[in-house]
């Protein structure tokens, strides 16, 4: 079987940066193309580095997007109408956003999976938290991510919330005194409230309550990006071979 041959947009940026390696360095993928607005004209492990996405997907057949909120969905539709699959680490898009990278990878018949953490160790906790939510009717998220990070909640957050949302029963805020949006941001069904402090990275929480007990269920990131390489590469190796968006690593694990 041929490799395949692989995308990266953001490709020097934090993550964008570990995962090229990565592919450069992996016997099964071939990095074809790389998109750097600073770095555009430039070669990234012999591969050209193009300044946007609709240059560089010659050949490509997955192409991988580690941005910003503001061109990620740009970047998905771009890829899914040349028949590219996508493999989407940007966070901040919305729902809205993934129901209009799903249509149009439905409607070409190619692959989309996104996540708001590819780290194996999220998506373990992603998984334990929709366990509970099936028993533990009442719950909220706390978002951390550092003073810099200006999507709020995080990717992290927003995906587990609208995760918990399929479970969530419905409540009401229409008792609070004060100032009601402390109570946080509603995500589907799911109160959310995001710290942005100096010496986070990106932290989620999602604590249980029942009386006179509670859960908590927390996973931290450190400080490098190599915690998010093996879940989005196992995701670009999956993508090729599914149809419409899949959203969240646990899924694939699910299907492991």
């Not at 993550?15 to 070669?43: F, H, W, Y």
């Not at 539709?77 to 129901?99: H, M, N, P, W, Y």
């Not at 990878?105 to 509970?132: D, H, P, Q, Y």
Request: with cysteine; glycine share 10%.
């Amino acid at each position: 079987m041929p490799n395949l041959s692989i995308c990266v947009a953001g490709a020097t940026g934090w993550t964008g940066a570990a995962i090229a390696d990565a592919i450069a360095a992996a016997g099964d993928l071939d990095l074809r193309s790389a998109v750097s607005r600073s770095a555009a004209g430039s070669e990234l492990h012999g591969a050209p580095v193009y300044p946007s996405v609709g240059e560089a997907l010659d050949g490509v057949d997955v192409m991988i997007d580690f941005t910003s909120h503001d061109v990620a969905k740009a970047n998905a539709l771009a890829a899914i109408e040349r028949g590219v699959a996508v493999v989407i680490g940007t966070s901040g898009l919305t729902a809205d956003d993934f129901d209009a990278i799903d249509a149009a990878a439905r409607e070409r018949g190619v692959g989309a999976i996104s996540a708001g953490n590819f780290s194996l160790t999220a998506a373990m906790a992603k998984a334990a938290a929709t366990l509970a939510a099936r028993y533990l009717p009442s719950w909220e998220i706390i978002d951390y991510a550092s003073a810099g990070k200006a999507d709020a909640p995080s990717g992290t957050a927003r995906e587990l919330a609208e995760a918990l949302g399929e479970a969530a029963k419905e409540r009401s805020l229409a008792d609070t005194h004060g100032a009601v949006e402390a109570r946080g941001a509603d995500i589907a069904g799911t109160q959310v409230h995001s710290l942005r402090l100096p010496s986070f990275v990106v932290s989620t929480e999602v604590v249980f309550g029942l009386p006179d007990e509670r859960l908590s269920i927390r996973h931290d990131a450190g400080s490098s990006a190599a915690q998010y390489v093996a879940g989005t590469l196992l995701a670009a190796r999956a993508v090729p071979t599914r149809t419409g968006l899949t959203r969240g690593l646990d899924a694939l694990l699910s299907d492991s």
